[in-house]
């Protein structure tokens, strides 16, 4: 077997985490200064490009409904549309939606959605799963944001039995005579699913059910300790299968590569030799992938990808 049918064996979310190791990957849109508005036929080329550079994943966000209350003011597409696309367009990255809103999404319509995904980009979906947290959205779609941390892991059970192997539809309602239902197309494995944030529910819980936790970036010292909880869960409740930890970051990739790295909102603004320092203490502290958002970036995200693919991704994807 070749080398590349070896790596293409190897299930999607072991090419992403991995034990000791640590991945980067790119949230899309990816829009320098002051773009609001996306094409997304360029972001499509950019994920090729990205694909080619030998980034590890794609995240695409999930944002329903825009509104002036709301501090995001980018169009994001449908992300199921987005990632079947992507799925068409690329041809070894993980497609991760980061994260579906499970609470305001009917579970099976979710679980189509993935297993569609999975097989048109030929096993190369995450499903990450979110609760959303925007209360006046909650409304508009009929729920109850009181109720989003039960109605998350009753979801989280449909979407799970949908995505095993073999699957599994559990419907609301069962009328008396109900066929029994499936989904196809049939997938020769699970889809694996991640939690996007915590959902309401507790590290123990998703260190059960989930491959792994990905959270938002803090200051080392905070993430240090928010990692160490993660590991004593995992080890407690995980039956001792690998989970990962990973962080969605903001980056402003500076001209010099020297500069050091400075705190900016929810991430840094450094160059990428600094970069590097900083990726190998968050891989030394327990992190396992990091997802970069160029969002604003004051360098074209072009440029930024193909300076992080020559600097950066060598040391930690190794050559």
Same mark, same amino acid.
């Given at each position: ?55 590890? $994943? ?10 002036? $209350? ?21 041809? #070894? ?42 209360? !006046?959205?909650?409304? $508009? ?14 979801? @989280?059970?449909? %979407?799970?039995? /949908? ?11 069962? /009328?008396?005579?109900? !066929? ?9 494995? !699970?889809?694996?699913?991640? /939690? ?25 010292? $905070? ?12 080890? #407690? @409740?995980?039956?001792?299968?690998? #989970? ?5 970051? #903001? *980056? ?7 500069? !050091? ?14 970069? %590097?320092? *900083? ?32 600097? %950066? ?7």
């Amino acid at each position: 077997m070749s080398s590349n049918a070896e790596r293409d064996a190897v299930p999607i979310e072991a090419r992403v985490f991995e034990p000791d190791r640590l991945s980067v990957g790119l949230v899309l849109p990816l829009l320098g200064k002051g773009e609001i508005v996306a094409d997304f036929g360029q972001q499509l080329a950019l994920a090729e490009h990205a694909d080619a550079l030998g980034f590890r $994943a794609l995240w695409v966000r999930d944002v329903p409904l825009n509104s002036d $209350a709301y501090p995001d003011p980018v169009g994001h597409l449908d992300p199921w549309v987005l990632l079947g696309a992507l799925a068409a367009r690329t041809r #070894r990255i993980a497609l991760v939606s980061g994260a579906v809103v499970l609470t305001l999404r009917h579970p099976l319509h979710i679980a189509k959605g993935a297993i569609s995904v999975s097989d048109l980009s030929g096993g190369r979906f995450i499903l990450g799963l979110g609760s959303g947290d925007r209360p !006046p959205e909650y409304a $508009a779609f009929g729920q109850d944001t009181e109720a989003r941390r039960d109605l998350f892991r009753s979801h @989280w059970e449909t %979407v799970a039995a /949908a995505l095993d192997h073999p699957s599994r539809v559990v419907p609301d309602v069962r /009328a008396d005579d109900a !066929p029994e239902f499936y989904l196809l197309p049939r997938l020769p494995g !699970p889809v694996p699913m991640m /939690a996007v944030g915590s959902g309401g529910q507790s590290v123990g819980w998703i260190a059960r059910h989930a491959i792994g936790w990905m959270t938002y970036h803090r200051d080392p010292d $905070a993430q240090r300790d928010r990692y160490r909880m993660w590991r004593n869960a995992a080890e #407690r @409740w995980s039956g001792g299968r690998f #989970r990962a930890f990973g962080v969605a970051t #903001r *980056l402003e990739l500076c001209d010099r590569r020297d500069e !050091p790295p400075v705190p900016i909102h929810l991430g840094y603004r450094t160059g990428a030799r600094a970069l %590097v320092d *900083l990726l190998e203490a968050m891989r030394d502290a327990g992190t396992h992938h990091v997802a970069f958002n160029l969002t604003d970036s004051p360098r074209p995200p072009r440029e930024v990808m193909e300076e992080l693919a020559r600097d %950066v991704l060598p040391v930690m994807h190794g050559s």
